[in-house]
C-alpha cells in the first residue's frame, strides 16, 4: 500500500481533541488515529446504504433455560444464508457467550440480531459492525 502525505490544518480546540482521541485509543500517533476515523465513518456509510457488511451478533443468556437455546439456535439456521459461524462459550454455570458471526446486507443483518436479541430470556444481545472493503 503507498502513502500519501498531506497538510491538515485544524483549530487548536479540535487537534486538542485528536490528540486526547490519540491517547486515549493509544494510537501510535495521528495518522493512525485519522485512518481509523475514516474507516469507521466508511463502515457506517456502508451500513446505512444497505450494503453487503459482516458483523458478530454477541448475546449472553442463561443456558439453563432449554429451549432458549433452541430458539437462537432455530434463527440461526433459519437465516443460514447470513450466518457464516457461531461460538458458544460456557462463562460459569449459568451463563452462556454466543458469538455469531455474519455476512449479508445491512438491514437482513440487523433484522437478525434484533430477533435473536428479542428471545425471551436473552439478558443482553448487541451487534458489532463492521464492513469488508
Same mark, same amino acid.
Given at each position: 500500500?503507498?502513502?500519501?502525505?498531506?497538510?491538515?490544518?485544524?483549530?487548536?480546540?479540535?487537534?486538542?481533541?485528536? =490528540? /486526547?482521541? @490519540?491517547?486515549?485509543?493509544?494510537?501510535?500517533?495521528?495518522?493512525?488515529?485519522? !485512518?481509523? *476515523?475514516?474507516? #469507521?465513518?466508511?463502515?457506517?456509510?456502508?451500513?446505512?446504504? =444497505? /450494503?453487503l @457488511?459482516?458483523?458478530?451478533?454477541?448475546?449472553?443468556?442463561?443456558?439453563?433455560? !432449554?429451549e *432458549?437455546?433452541? #430458539?437462537?439456535?432455530?434463527?440461526q439456521?433459519?437465516?443460514?444464508?447470513?450466518?457464516?459461524?457461531?461460538?458458544?462459550?460456557?462463562?460459569?454455570?449459568?451463563?452462556?457467550?454466543?458469538?455469531?458471526?455474519?455476512?449479508?446486507?445491512?438491514?437482513?443483518?440487523?433484522?437478525?440480531?434484533?430477533?435473536l436479541?428479542?428471545?425471551?430470556?436473552?439478558?443482553?444481545?448487541?451487534?458489532?459492525?463492521?464492513?469488508?472493503?
Open positions: 500500500m503507498t502513502l500519501k502525505r498531506f497538510g491538515v490544518s485544524l483549530e487548536n480546540d479540535l487537534l486538542e481533541k485528536l =490528540d /486526547e482521541f @490519540v491517547e486515549r485509543k493509544m494510537f501510535p500517533n495521528r495518522s493512525q488515529a485519522i !485512518r481509523h *476515523l475514516i474507516h #469507521k465513518n466508511t463502515v457506517e456509510e456502508q451500513w446505512e446504504n =444497505d /450494503e @457488511v459482516a458483523g458478530a451478533i454477541v448475546l449472553i443468556y442463561d443456558h439453563n433455560l !432449554r *432458549l437455546h433452541e #430458539k437462537v439456535n432455530a434463527l439456521h433459519e437465516y443460514n444464508c447470513l450466518t457464516i459461524a457461531g461460538q458458544h462459550i460456557h462463562l460459569d454455570s449459568n451463563h452462556t457467550l454466543e458469538v455469531i458471526t455474519v455476512k449479508g446486507k445491512s438491514s437482513k443483518l440487523t433484522k437478525l440480531a434484533n430477533k436479541t428479542a428471545i425471551k430470556g436473552v439478558k443482553h444481545g448487541e451487534l458489532v459492525k463492521t464492513g469488508i472493503d
